[in-house]
């Protein structure tokens, strides 16, 4: 098997390279001076099974271009299969309509994926489970949940789970069943289309004083810093969040260094520069989950 990664997440890459005791092979990406990419596969893959690492979070659409790009160059080169692992597969929020005249990202990400006929796409932690069905090649979804039951643990065991939204209860009523029927509660979260900006005033559900906040992405950590005014309102102390991907747009590291949550628990699935560290954040890896699956 050989491990190439585009540019967007290659200290993950190298992690799940590591746990398969393999290097990471080479790829050149040569930028002109007008921003396009040439991608150029430098190992021999043919007749070799070929795993391409690319995280598709911001620059989006330059990351997908090169994850297209060496998938290309590596059918190109003779490659015998491609496993496309796209641990935060960007776009995914944009799975159908939501106002006439829209239109569905996924989608087309799915067609342009099937028409270079990736082998298999892994992603972590989907943003809906209906992702796959947009795609002709197999998808396989894998989860940070484990990691975060194990966090869970660590941090004092007992309290209430909360879904941010209505849109996460698959999630939570998971966690619960992995955590002894660990009681759940969920946020009414409501989003304005045209500002982004979140509002959520009802808890359905009653709640701890320890809370677990679960959700797949922080973004602008609006979302959270909504979660955690409620939940504190309404009488929680401990409050710690437990989100897969750190997408942290704009100032969402100040927003949640500033927010009443006690820690943040987030994933590498995207790689978060020096600049967006913050002292109330942790990052769990996927790596040796992601590395056993390619054992299989
Ligand atoms: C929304 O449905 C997602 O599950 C996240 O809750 C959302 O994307 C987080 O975005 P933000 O941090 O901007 O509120």
Not at 23 to 38: A, H, M, N, Q, T
Not at 51 to 63: I, L, R, W
Not at 107 to 112: G, L, S
Not at 219 to 247: C, D, Q, R, W
């Amino acid at each position: 098997m050989k491990i190439f990664s585009g540019t967007s997440n290659r200290p993950l890459a190298e992690k799940i390279a590591i746990n398969l005791g393999l290097k990471l092979s080479d790829i050149e990406v040569f930028i002109f001076p007008d921003g396009e990419k040439r991608i150029r596969i430098l190992d021999k893959v043919t007749g070799e099974d070929c795993v391409v690492v690319q995280s598709t979070s911001n620059p989006t659409d330059e990351n997908y271009m090169e994850l297209f790009f060496i998938v290309d160059g590596l059918k190109r080169s003779g490659a015998k299969s491609i496993t496309a692992i796209v641990p935060y597969f960007g776009y995914q929020r944009q799975d159908h309509v939501f106002r006439e005249g829209e239109a569905v990202s996924a989608n087309v990400i799915a067609k342009i994926l099937d028409a270079l006929k990736v082998d298999k796409l892994i992603i972590v932690e989907p943003h809906s489970r209906k992702t796959k069905d947009a795609f002709t090649i197999p998808v396989l979804y894998l989860s940070a949940l484990s990691l975060f039951v194990k966090t869970i643990k660590e941090v004092g065991g007992s309290g209430t789970l909360v879904s941010p939204d209505m849109g996460g209860i698959v999630r939570i009523k998971q966690l619960s069943e992995s955590l002894e029927n660990m009681p759940y509660a969920v946020i009414e979260k409501n989003r304005d289309l045209s500002t982004g900006r979140v509002s959520g005033s009802h808890i359905e559900g009653s709640i701890n004083k320890n809370v677990f906040i679960v959700d797949d992405m922080i973004s602008s950590g609006g979302t959270i810093e909504m979660a955690a005014k409620l939940l504190y309102k309404n009488g929680a102390e401990n409050i710690y969040v437990f989100a897969t991907h750190p997408v942290f747009s704009g100032n969402a590291p100040k927003v949640l260094q500033e927010s009443l949550v006690k820690k943040i628990y987030v994933t590498d699935t995207i790689f978060v520069p020096k600049e967006k560290i913050f002292p109330k954040l942790g990052i769990l890896s996927v790596a040796k989950m992601i590395a056993e699956q390619l054992k299989m």
